[in-house]
């Protein structure tokens, strides 16, 4: 079982930034595609940005494009999402997630079938 921990949440003012954290102790990330996605109050889960293995091919969302960049640090085993601009509708709680070796190599996807492995999510909220 992989295992994923997410960190860098909290309370921030439309406009501002965070950088969310997804760590895994005892795995190598970089065989791994790996996913941020977020989920509102009352809506379903969705798809925020991906990073592919290896080369490291990124995914946005339409919503968060030119805001948001993900990034691998394989040194230190950790994914990063930093998020800029914020908005209120960013809202929600955010989880990384890790695709199976056999889907994680070429363009990620953000489709939630496809990862397998989830973190506990960490919650952020946007308002002034």
């Known amino acids: 079982q992989l295992q994923l921990v997410e960190s860098g949440g909290g309370l921030v003012q439309p406009g501002g930034s965070l950088r969310l954290s997804c760590a895994a102790s005892r795995f190598t990330l970089d065989y791994y595609a790996i996913g941020w996605f977020r989920q509102a109050p009352g809506k379903e889960r969705e798809g925020v940005s991906c990073i592919s293995s290896g080369a490291g091919r990124t995914n946005y969302a339409d919503s968060v494009k030119g805001r948001f960049t993900i990034s691998r640090n394989n040194a230190k085993n950790t994914v990063y999402l930093q998020m800029n601009s914020l908005k209120p509708e960013d809202t929600a709680v955010y989880y990384c997630?890790?695709?199976?070796?056999?889907?994680?190599?070429?363009?990620?996807?953000?489709?939630?079938?496809?990862?397998?492995?989830w973190g506990q999510g960490t919650q952020v909220t946007v308002s002034s």
């Open positions: 997630a890790a695709a199976p070796l056999h889907l994680s190599f070429g363009q990620c996807v953000l489709s939630q079938t496809d990862y397998a492995s």
